[in-house]
């Protein structure tokens, strides 16, 4: 996984006013022993406004 690639949510996460199919931009890595690894993903809207930063497992997320 390189940082900056493109990711689709694969799942809903309606507190975070995120949904299943949201294009993100990985921005940073999370490894912990024993752990999933984890992403902070940033989403954009359409005009390339922030949406949400959000913290991710990799299973929440497909890699292009």
Known sequence: MKFYSDVILLC????ERLYAGDIGTVVEQHHVE???????????????NIVAVATLPGSYLRFN
């Open 34 to 48: 024993g752990l999933e690894t984890g992403y902070n993903v940033e989403f954009f809207d359409p005009l390339g």
């Open 12 to 15: 809903d996460r309606p507190e």
